[in-house]
């Protein structure tokens, strides 16, 4: 069986642009944590791309089942990738939300006829607008954090302060902390206003939840807290597994009951949520519907290989019990 990866940042599909060194850190750890899991799989092959400015790092596990192809051009990515979506029995693809980018990968695999491990279109398109995603969260009942468009002419409906955001952003790019309307009004001119949405900010513990997902079942894996940066700026400094019994039922819980209101999941999907003083405080933050840095982590102390049991939930077969290791890991 041959295997497909394909992470955006690393892969090639900056290859035309600048590679910033935190996104590239952040991708390279991912695609290592999945290649070297889905290489203990037995009876499998892994193909995949690197981005040509890479080729003296570190990132590709020693394997003679693993083949990489290194890529100069944006041509040369897109070119690569429909023949390994083509020739592969399964892939994956991780790649941000931003400018539809995990989207238009996403399609394009689908119109080549590839077995993509990931949630349909239409979910996909749903989970990555966080002004749609909060709405329909909000008529099903389930508790998130509100959003609104940006709006330079009218104050947010919410009390200050507030966190705008691009409406489409993947982590915490362009994310911030915003105390006046002055402040929303800078940061709409230095973007498309549309783009942007503005919420109101909650204090709370930031944590996520990772899941192993089908159309009929959704299987979390072991909650997380989040270190964000302090300075207003959001900025995502790894995580820290696991939460204490309480935070961690009550975010699977929650992070649950947000899914359970999608169709068509597939694959790796990331729930971020903040957790108040009690259940009753608790909010959804966003959903990613792709494989999220937790996964770095969560791997660690996972006693069973988490990438075979996401190939094999998407082949409709059984997984084992997932167990967890004791100890604490940060990363």
Same mark, same amino acid.
């Given at each position: ?217 959704? #299987?979390? !894996?072991?909650?997380? *807290?989040?270190?964000? %940066?302090?300075?207003? &700026?959001?900025?995502? $400094?790894?995580? @820290? ?62 006693? #069973?290989? !988490?990438?075979?049991? *996401?190939?094999?939930? %998407?082949?409709?077969? &059984?997984?084992?019990? $997932?167990?967890? @290791? ?6």
């Amino acid at each position: 069986m041959q295997i497909f990866v394909y992470e955006h940042v690393t892969g090639g599909g900056l290859a035309s642009q600048p590679l910033p060194d935190s996104l590239a850190q952040e991708g390279g750890a991912m695609l290592r944590a999945l290649l070297e899991d889905l290489l203990r799989v037995p009876g499998v092959n892994v193909v995949t791309m690197l981005d040509d400015r890479l080729s003296g790092g570190k990132l590709l596990p020693t394997s003679n089942a693993l083949t990489c192809t290194f890529v100069a051009t944006q041509e040369e990515a897109n070119l690569k990738f429909d023949e390994e979506i083509v020739g592969s029995n399964h892939a994956f693809v991780v790649a941000p939300e931003s400018d539809s980018t995990l989207l238009n990968w996403i399609n394009r695999a689908n119109h080549l006829g590839g077995a993509v491990v990931a949630s349909s279109p239409a979910t996909i398109d749903l989970t990555s607008d966080k002004l749609k995603l909060a709405t329909h969260l909000q008529q099903h009942g389930v508790p998130c954090v509100p959003s609104a468009p940006c709006s330079l002419a009218n104050a947010p409906p919410f009390p200050p302060p507030w966190v705008t955001k691009p409406r489409d952003g993947a982590g915490s790019t362009a994310t911030r902390l915003v105390a006046n309307s002055a402040d929303i009004a800078a940061h709409a001119n230095t973007t498309d206003e549309q783009k942007i949405i503005v919420t109101p900010y909650v204090e709370g513990v930031a944590c996520s939840v990772l899941f192993l997902a089908t159309p009929k079942r959704l #299987v979390p !894996l072991l909650p997380g *807290a989040q270190e964000i %940066a302090a300075d207003g &700026s959001f900025r995502y $400094l790894g995580g @820290r597994l696991p939460l204490s019994d309480n935070l961690a039922h009550r975010s699977a819980e929650l992070a649950t009951r947000a899914l359970s209101t999608i169709s068509d999941l597939k694959g790796f999907i990331g729930v971020d949520l903040i957790l108040g003083e009690t259940s009753d405080d608790d909010r959804v933050v966003e959903i990613n519907p792709r494989l999220t840095t937790s996964y770095v982590g969560l791997r660690r102390l996972s006693r #069973v290989n !988490l990438a075979e049991c *996401a190939l094999r939930l %998407a082949q409709n077969e &059984s997984i084992e019990e $997932l167990t967890w @290791r004791s100890g604490e890991v940060h990363f």
